[in-house]
């Protein structure tokens, strides 16, 4: 951070207008080395299924430079920059609570006696003891433990903060379904209309107005409530399809109670299987994926992070807006047809 | 009993007078004051004294600041002075302190740093006339300790009281003002070079309560240095 960089972060901080600022500094970082070095290994990383890959990479897709507006948010976000990058730039050994390899387990490498070992290798070497090999292995182990935390720390951080945001769709989802069921009950209305007991209305109907104008006009109403009508349902499920995957997902993770205790059984597990394989001197031959944490909830629980911003308030107001259109639509139309029915009743045309 | 002190080119008959110009030639004074001659004939005037002066001469000492307190253990009714300067009150004290800014001046930080000003105010009383301004004397000379150059400040600040920041012959009376003025063109180029060294607009900031956004800053400071540092290391091997 260069010293004018201090300066403007203080400024900011204190209330000074500095959002002129901004796009300069976005722009630089966009262009710098370190952004194109971390964009080049986001790129590889996508081919990766491991845990920490597809971890970057959504913290990649998270960053929204468009939206920094504050120098706070700026250097926050050059902070994330700097961090997932050097989080793909090391070099780690793979940390199979957080793998779905199906490669053995007994081939995963871990630092043993100062170079790297498989832990069949480390289980079957005579030159050590077995209390020897279970310390080094609880270090390792640990490590494991802390990265399984590290990893999940921020989704699950972001998980207890999404009531709000799911009460607030859900209420916004309401608004939605009742505005979408008034629009479907204004177009039953009209399509009853041959039910009021008013001549005028049967003639539409049957078709045998006299006044062709009209009866054209009519139709041309009708089909077009219809058409929008057809427009609206398919978007609004269309749009509320994320938030349904969304709700199901958050449903889900929370009805199947506390996420950390099973993940800690899990990782528990994992460490007195090791320690039996050590003193039983057994080869592990299961597969990494079998210990590994990630399972349905740890994907449901990332997948929820990834979509989150993604949630559709947009479709609350795509809805309000074709309400509006549509009733106005609807409204114009039929006092033009009325004004229009009137000149030519008046006109002797009907 | 007549005394005579000389000291340069002046002569004294009071210890009361020589005491009042000690500020204006420190070194000479001092070898005066450490004479077997001085100390001796100071037993025999005022015994309470020589006492007082004889335990700081038994400590660990530096000059300027051992004969400050000798001045006003003698003469405690001399007005403020310190190397050849004399502040006729507080405020300008506190205001000499921030019009350098952000340069310090070596001799006024040893008012905090050999607790030069909290001595004078209990010398002159002032600790039981203005005991909360003594309190927060005290208090900035053990933050001195953490950060010499933001309690330095801290201290103008509080003594020039009226909240106002001088930077390069601007008065500014809030500090939206002054960082909006310091953002500007070339004068942030100038204001970066020392903004951080100095900790001039840190003391402003804490003297005027706004702890949470200068530890939000270095929060945010912190962390980009810290990835910056991992990303050079990482990028090394």
């Known amino acids: ?350 | 009993m007549e005394l005579t002190i000389k000291l340069k080119d002046k002569t004294y008959y009071s210890l009361k007078d020589f005491a009042s110009d000690i500020y204006l030639n420190t070194e000479e004074a001092f070898t005066l004051v450490k004479s077997a001659k001085f100390l001796k004939i100071l037993y025999k005037m005022e015994p309470i004294l020589y006492n007082s002066i004889a335990e700081l001469l038994s400590s660990p000492f530096q000059v300027d600041s051992l004969m400050f307190k000798v001045q006003y253990l003698i003469n405690p009714l001399s007005s403020l002075s310190y190397h050849k300067v004399i502040y006729p009150n507080f405020q300008k004290l506190g205001e000499k302190i921030i019009k350098m800014a952000p340069e310090c001046d070596i001799y006024l930080k040893d008012f905090l740093k050999y607790h030069l000003l909290s001595f004078y105010m209990k010398q002159t009383k002032i600790d039981v006339k203005d005991p909360t301004l003594y309190r927060k004397v005290k208090q900035l000379e053990e933050e001195f300790l953490q950060n010499e150059n933001r309690a330095y400040f801290k201290l103008g600040f509080l003594l020039e009281g009226t909240k106002r920041i001088f930077y390069q012959r601007n008065v500014f009376n809030n500090p939206q003002d002054f960082l909006a003025y310091a953002i500007q063109g070339v004068n942030i180029i100038d204001f970066g070079k020392t903004f951080e060294s100095s900790q001039y607009l840190f003391a402003y900031l804490e003297y005027l309560g706004y702890d949470s956004q200068i530890k939000k800053y270095e929060s945010i400071v912190h962390l980009a240095r810290q990835k910056e540092v991992e990303n050079d290391n990482l990028r090394k091997v």
């Not at chain 1, 505005?179 to 539409?204: E, G, K």
């Open chain 1, 1 to 350: 951070m260069r010293n004018e960089d201090k300066v403007l972060l203080m400024a900011s901080i204190m209330g000074v207008e500095t959002s002129l600022y901004i796009p300069a500094y976005i722009e630089d970082l966009r262009n710098s080395q370190i952004y194109l070095l971390l964009a080049k290994k986001i790129q590889s990383l996508r081919k990766n299924k491991d845990f920490r890959s597809v971890d970057l990479v959504i913290r990649f897709e998270q960053l929204n430079l468009e939206n920094i507006s504050t120098f706070e948010d700026y250097f926050n976000s050059y902070s994330e920059i700097l961090d997932i990058l050097n989080n793909a730039l090391e070099d780690k050994e793979i940390n199979p609570l957080l793998n779905e390899s199906d490669d053995p387990l007994g081939k995963v490498k871990i630092l043993f006696d100062g170079k790297l070992t498989t832990l069949d290798d480390m289980i079957l070497d005579e030159r050590y003891t077995d209390e020897y090999k279970i310390s080094t292995f609880k270090e390792v182990y640990l490590n494991y433990h802390k990265e399984v935390k590290k990893s999940l720390m921020r989704p699950f951080v972001e998980f207890l903060m999404m009531e709000e945001v799911i009460d607030k769709n859900i209420e916004e989802k309401s608004k939605m379904t009742l505005l979408l069921l008034a629009t479907i009950l204004a177009n039953a209305i009209i399509i009853s209309l041959p039910l009021f007991p008013v001549d005028t209305f049967r003639m539409i109907y049957d078709g045998t107005l006299p006044s062709q104008p009209v009866l054209i006009y009519f139709y041309i109403i009708v089909g077009l409530l219809f058409i929008l009508d057809a427009i609206m349902i398919f978007f609004f499920n269309v749009k509320c399809k994320d938030f349904r995957f969304f709700l199901r997902a958050y449903n889900g993770l929370k009805r199947n109670g506390n996420l950390e205790k099973k993940i800690l059984k899990k990782e528990e597990r994992f460490y007195g299987l090791i320690l039996s394989h050590i003193n039983e001197k057994k080869i592990l031959t299961m597969k990494v994926k079998k210990v590994s944490i990630v399972n349905l909830e740890i994907k449901n629980l990332f997948y929820l992070v990834s979509i989150k911003e993604k949630l559709p308030y947009l479709t609350q107001k795509w809805t309000i807006s074709y309400a509006f259109f549509s009733f106005n639509l609807i409204f114009y139309l039929a006092l033009g047809g009325f004004i229009i029915t009137i000149l030519l009743f008046l006109g002797g045309h009907i």
